[in-house]
C-alpha cells in the first residue's frame, strides 16, 4: 500500500516521516515533490570499476544552470532530507522531467527503510538538458511494510549531497563469499 497525500501530511506531523524541509504545496495525492540541490557530482574517468573508488567530482550549480550530458551519469541530491523508519520510501522522477527525457533515479528507486538523508539524484539524460537549484524533479511515495522492521545502517546513511558509489566497499564480503 502507498500512503495518500494526506496521510503523508499526517505521519509527517507525528514524525514517522522525516521531509526536511516541509512544503505543503509539494504534497501530491499519493506523493511528495522534492527538488534539485545545488551541487552536481560526475565521475572523471572514462571507465569505472565496482572494485574501487571512482575519481569523482563535484560543482555547484550557478544561476546559468548545469548542462547535463547524454552518455554519461550525473549525481545530484535532493533539498531534502528524507526517511522513515516505519514506511519504505520510494523515489520516482516527474513525468514533466521525463518528458524532457531526464532520468533521475537509472534503477535504485528504493529508500531502506530507517534510510534518511539527502535523496542522492542518478540522472541520465536522453540529449542535453539545462538543470537548475530547486528544480522539482522527482517525487517520492511511501510504502506500508509488513514484517519485523530490519532498519537501514549502511554506508549511505545521513547523505549529505551527492554521494558517488561506495559499491567498492562490498568487495571484501563478496570475495569472502566466493571463497
Not at 13 to 37: H, M
Not at 40 to 47: D, S
Amino acid at each position: 500500500m502507498i500512503l495518500t497525500g494526506p496521510k503523508i501530511r499526517e505521519e509527517r506531523a507525528a514524525g514517522r516521516i522525516t521531509i526536511e524541509p516541509f512544503d505543503p504545496g509539494s504534497v501530491n495525492p499519493d506523493s511528495y515533490n522534492i527538488t534539485l540541490g545545488a551541487t552536481i557530482g560526475y565521475y572523471t574517468e572514462a571507465v569505472l570499476d565496482t572494485r574501487r573508488p571512482n575519481t569523482y567530482e563535484t560543482v555547484e550549480i550557478g544561476p546559468e544552470g548545469f548542462l547535463l550530458e547524454p552518455d554519461r551519469i550525473y549525481l545530484g541530491h535532493s533539498v531534502e532530507v528524507i526517511g522513515s523508519d516505519h514506511y519504505v520510501p520510494t523515489m520516482h522522477g516527474r513525468s514533466g522531467f521525463a518528458r524532457l527525457g531526464g532520468y533521475v533515479h537509472v534503477t535504485a528507486d528504493l529508500i531502506d527503510q530507517g534510510s534518511v538523508g539527502q535523496l542522492t539524484h542518478m540522472l541520465r539524460v536522453v540529449q542535453p538538458l539545462v538543470v537548475y537549484p530547486g528544480d522539482s524533479i522527482a517525487q517520492v511515495d511511501f510504502r506500508v511494510v509488513l514484517g519485523e522492521p530490519m532498519l537501514y545502517r549502511g554506508k549511505y546513511q545521513g547523505s549529505r549531497g551527492p554521494m558517488p558509489s561506495r559499491i567498492h566497499l562490498d568487495a571484501p564480503r563478496a570475495l569472502a563469499a566466493a571463497s
